[in-house]
């Protein structure tokens, strides 16, 4: 099992940035590729970023790229998603997902049924 906690999200004005952490427990960290995804309002959830499992490769939806950008710390075992330039599209709430993987698999799933861990979600509003 893993548990997975978000943190770091809230209101922000066009233009802001925000930081958001997911803290991992349960298992060995390295062995999960991780990734975000947000459900904005009457939307599915959709990929944001992901990062495989020792963080040699990272992946990003088109509206995302060049203004975000996740991390991890398997020392720490956490993921982050560093957002910057938000816009009010931005506005979702965003989750957390783990997905255990081969040992040196640089797959990033962008599909939600890939993953088979969930945090609880933390609200990203950006006010125009």
């Known amino acids: 099992q893993v548990q997975l906690v978000e943190s770091g999200g809230g209101l922000v004005q066009a233009g802001d940035s925000l930081r958001l952490s997911c803290a991992a427990s349960?298992?060995?960290?390295?062995?999960?590729?991780m990734g975000w995804f947000r459900q904005g309002p009457g939307k599915e959830r959709e990929f944001v970023a992901g990062?495989?499992?020792?963080?040699?490769?990272?992946y990003y939806t088109d509206s995302v790229k060049g203004r975000f950008i996740s991390s991890r710390d398997n020392t720490k075992n956490t993921f982050d998603l560093q957002m910057n330039s938000l816009k009010p599209e931005d506005t979702a709430v965003y989750y957390c997902?783990?997905?255990?993987?081969?040992?040196?698999?640089?797959?990033?799933?962008?599909?939600?049924?890939?993953?088979?861990?969930w945090g609880q979600g933390t609200q990203v509003t950006v006010s125009s």
């Open positions: 990062i495989s499992r020792f963080g040699a490769r990272t």
């Open positions: 997902a783990a997905d255990f993987s081969p040992l040196y698999s640089v797959r990033i799933p962008t599909s939600a049924r890939d993953y088979e861990y």
């Open positions: 349960g298992r060995t960290f390295s062995t999960l590729t």
